[in-house]
């Protein structure tokens, strides 16, 4: 008997969870919103560096003045009834704070699966998750179709090393059921001290299997930026090579958190000195970060004037244009690797970067990025609900969407937005799933494997990537065509087949001679490519050479 999804009945139930939530238990948050607006004196706005804040705001429309005023009153006596009957008849004591982070929570259900209550712990790990490491299993988490999501693991966690991936969906923490739970009420949970276990199961849908684990928590260090000009461990040896034989710079962005722009420009500094010719730009399970250093990021690879993203809400002040306010630091062609992973602000810079054609997208066949693009504002509140031991309100927010972003080609009235779609490679790589699945737990598809032993995993990657040149070459010599491994998609080309495992480029492109000169350093250097690839066969052998490592061939069955 096939095992069935949680996929087949949980959005059904969801839907009715949230909304008879929302009906019963809104009418309580106004009754706790008006009786604590008269008895607790107001505090100041506190502000938090991880994502725009506002002053919170409610606002009337025009003649509605004396029914949203009536209606809230008439909300607060019913609610008040109600918490007296639940006080003197419910057959277990319910602290009332329980009940208050409860109503406010079923709110924001009848909304967007971003869209939360923040109370005193939650704002607290909100600015904790700047500080650059926390304890924990280390995922990013998400809500989709009511279950709680894998948007990507932290490179080198407890969870990344036991081969959690995108798209996993949790089903079950400990002996309860994720049902209906949120995206902060599950990382409290994930979250605690050094050394604790946590047992989860996972539904992964493309396998249709329920996989428990027993998850250690470890300190969980997030390092943003790696590059193949710093002594990073974690950069695989054909990125190191790249740099040494072939002058390609390759940068491995983990998250947007503060200051990476400014990380990021000295990076490529490092990388001018070293007299890098063209850059691979990792982009690989990011699951995004702070739109600000999202900005400053596409602005280091774009022309002045250029639009990176724009927003679009109910009011004025949430539409948006944003564009590129400095002049281009690098214009060396490039490639940004996407995956399923890839989420929000780097979906903002693969988006600019694909229509601006500033560099080509490579991803897995089969996978567009996350398809994230909503963008919340976290809005400090006057009133608190919480109090400390010496008998202080705690501060508390509210997480809220307010805007869709749009890729610079889908700006205007008729543009889409790519939520839940996601943002297409234009270069797509053919991955065994096995073998990918094998390499991922290993954490060497995400540009940041663990230190191996020399002689395993990691040179053997190497070896198959030098087998494929190799095979490259015998084929040629021998006038021969291997199976396509990697195809183009029409923004990229309209026709070509990129030939991977001993790739040429399609019948369409000539590669220049002598044909001892086919590294990319040589096309870039011929070719004279400043800004990108502006050709067919640059573009396609670029991605041809680069691909080479990233292919995953049976090296086992070779060796």
């Not at 209906?180 to 994930?190: D, F, I, N």
């Not at 190191?240 to 998250?255: F, H, N, P, Q, S």
């Not at 309209?494 to 000169?517: C, H, W, Y």
């Amino acid at each position: 008997m096939n095992p069935v999804s949680p996929l087949h009945h949980s959005p059904r139930r969801a839907w009715w969870r949230s909304s008879l939530v929302f009906v019963v238990i809104s009418l309580m948050t106004a009754c706790t919103f008006m009786a604590a607006k008269d008895e607790q004196p107001k505090s100041e706005d506190t502000a938090t560096s991880s994502t725009e804040t506002a002053k919170p705001e409610v606002k009337k429309a025009p003649g509605d003045k004396a029914k949203f005023g009536d209606e809230y009153y008439r909300f607060s006596e019913l609610m008040a009834e109600i918490f007296l009957q639940i006080e003197n008849r419910y057959v277990d004591e319910v602290p009332p704070e329980k009940l208050f982070n409860a109503a406010l929570s079923g709110i924001f259900m009848a909304l967007d699966p971003h869209s939360s209550y923040m109370n005193a712990d939650n704002f607290k790990d909100l600015e904790k998750s700047t500080e650059g490491s926390f304890s924990g299993i280390g995922i990013h988490l998400d809500v989709r179709d009511g279950i709680l999501t894998v948007v990507s693991p932290i490179p080198g966690s407890p969870s990344a090393k036991l081969g959690v991936q995108a798209w996993d969906r949790i089903i079950q923490i400990e002996d309860h059921s994720t049902e209906g739970m949120s995206s902060s009420q599950a990382v409290k949970e994930l979250t605690g001290p050094v050394g604790t276990k946590v047992k989860l199961v996972f539904w992964r849908e493309k396998t249709r299997e329920r996989i428990p684990l027993t998850i250690i928590r470890d300190k969980v260090k997030i390092q943003s930026v790696y590059s193949n000009v710093d002594d990073a461990p974690y950069v695989t040896p054909f990125f190191k090579d790249l740099l040494t034989k072939e002058k390609v710079g390759y940068i491995r962005l983990t998250k947007f958190s503060e200051n990476v722009g400014d990380e990021i420009s000295a990076v490529l500094d490092k990388m001018k000195a070293q007299g890098v010719q063209a850059l691979v730009l990792d982009g690989r399970f990011n699951s995004g970060g702070l739109l600000e250093e999202g900005l400053k990021v596409s602005e280091l690879f774009l022309n002045k004037g250029d639009v990176i993203v724009g927003t679009k809400g109910r009011t004025k002040e949430n539409e948006t244009v944003y564009r590129s306010k400095h002049d281009m630091k690098v214009k060396w062609p490039m490639i940004m690797l996407i995956n399923e992973g890839s989420a929000s602000a780097t979906e903002i810079l693969a988006g600019a970067l694909k229509d601006h054609k500033r560099a080509v997208l490579v991803g897995p066949e089969g996978q567009n990025t996350f398809g994230k693009a909503l963008v919340q504002s976290v809005m400090p509140l006057n009133v608190h609900l919480e109090k400390d031991k010496n008998g202080n309100y705690l501060p508390n927010a509210i997480r809220l969407t307010t805007a869709r972003y749009y890729t610079p080609n889908n700006i205007g009235e008729k543009g889409q937005s790519i939520q839940g779609i996601g943002i297409s490679p234009n270069i797509t790589v053919k991955v065994p799933a096995a073998q990918y699945t094998e390499l991922l737990a290993k954490g060497m598809l995400l540009g940041d494997p663990p230190l191996l032993e020399p002689g395993k995993d990691n040179d053997k990657l190497l070896a198959a990537a030098k087998a494929a040149e190799k095979k490259d070459k015998d084929s040629k010599d021998k006038d021969e065509e291997p199976d396509a491994a990697v195809e183009a998609d029409e923004t990229a080309s309209t026709s070509e087949t990129i030939r991977l495992n001993g790739g040429t480029p399609g019948a369409n492109v000539q590669p220049d001679k002598p044909a001892e000169n086919t590294g990319m350093a040589f096309y870039l250097k011929k070719k004279k490519v400043e800004k990108r690839p502006t050709s067919k066969d640059v573009q396609l052998q670029y991605g041809l050479d680069i691909l080479r490592a990233l292919q995953v061939v049976d090296s086992d069955k070779k060796s």
